[in-house]
């Protein structure tokens, strides 16, 4: 059985088509094609359901995709181990959902790029639901992800719970408010959330929806940095990362309100496909960036909580990473 007819059909059911299989594995789609018919014909069986789109496996297709997948991530395995010591190579895909702060994405890329310097990265910053299509698709190979406390992610993936994320509650410091709020006092004030279906708009909404009341939105749009610009022009309130809060230049334009019954968290989750082979040591070095990451966002809620004053800092790394931006970097060059 030849191992490149197995690794085209394994790239045409991970992308859903012979074109998007064919630009992944550099061929032309014709070579693509003529090597799933010889995979069919040495088997003796149908793979793809060529009626469907995207194109899906038959059911023998099925059997020989779960298969296939153990035996390629073996033999990038073993030329892993061969050539570059067993150190993961070639290109690691993965996202960081847009609710931990886009600069939640640098350590992930540092950590990457410092121990793996044979990876090419393509990072992706999104939402939780956009991710998880990306990981079902297999566009990418693992990605950090927000769920609802309580709610778990799908069981298709490995997945590992890394702790909870806090978020504050920020307005224009122009604006007076007592030190101590209910949401009900908050009733006629609008609030800026994320113009996609998120975690943090999901909490805002149950506990708006458990007192009977109407969540006014004043603006829906993506990326903190947009939302904290907004509220401090007094535009809304906003509920961000305080990480998010302590790094950003809006901060001295902004105040934290504590409100005794909404303390928005959300659970943080890894996941990862079931077959990556060799890139599994990458996966955990994005775990572990993300573990430091969420101490530091733990320290920046317990300084919030004591309404420090904070002065910029020239040491702080600036976001320069867009929430709609993907970074495509090849590990040694500049990101």
Request: aromatic share 6%.
């Amino acid at each position: 059985m030849n191992l490149f007819d197995l690794e085209s059909f394994v790239a045409v059911v991970d992308s859903g088509s012979v074109m998007a299989a064919a630009s992944r594995l550099h061929l032309t789609q014709s070579a693509v094609s003529r090597r799933v018919q010889s995979l069919e014909d040495e088997l003796g069986v149908s793979l793809l359901n060529r009626q469907m789109r995207p194109l899906q496996p038959t059911r023998a297709g099925q059997t020989a995709y779960d298969l296939a997948k153990p035996i390629l991530a073996n033999v990038i395995n073993l030329k892993s181990t061969m050539v570059h010591n067993g150190e993961p190579s070639g290109e690691f895909r993965f996202g960081m959902v847009r609710g931990l702060g886009d600069l939640a994405l640098l350590d992930p890329v540092k950590c990457l790029r410092d121990q793996f310097p044979q990876l090419q990265l393509h990072a992706y910053v999104q939402g939780t639901k956009t991710l998880l299509d990306r990981l079902h698709n297999k566009t990418i190979d693992a990605a950090a992800l927000l769920f609802s406390q309580g709610t778990e992610p799908p069981t298709s993936l490995i997945t590992e719970y890394l702790g909870k994320q806090s978020g504050i509650v920020v307005a224009s410091n122009a604006l007076s408010y007592p030190d101590d709020l209910t949401l009900r006092e908050l009733t006629s004030h609008s609030w800026i959330v994320n113009a996609e279906d998120c975690g943090t708009r999901r909490s805002l909404e149950d506990a708006f929806s458990r007192k009977n009341m109407e969540l006014r939105i004043a603006i829906e749009a993506d990326g903190k940095d947009f939302q904290l610009s907004m509220a401090s022009r007094g535009m809304g309130l906003a509920v961000i990362p305080p990480q998010v809060y302590q790094t950003s230049p809006y901060r001295d334009q902004l105040q934290v309100l504590h409100i005794s019954d909404f303390s928005p968290a959300q659970d943080v989750w890894i996941a990862q496909l079931k077959y990556i082979g060799h890139q599994e040591k990458a996966v955990e070095c994005l775990r572990d960036a993300v573990l430091q990451y969420l101490q530091r966002m733990e320290e920046a809620a317990l300084l919030s909580e004591e309404r420090p004053s904070f002065l910029n800092s020239e040491d702080e790394i600036s976001d320069d990473v867009s929430t709609s931006q993907i970074l495509a970097a090849t590990c040694g060059a500049s990101v």
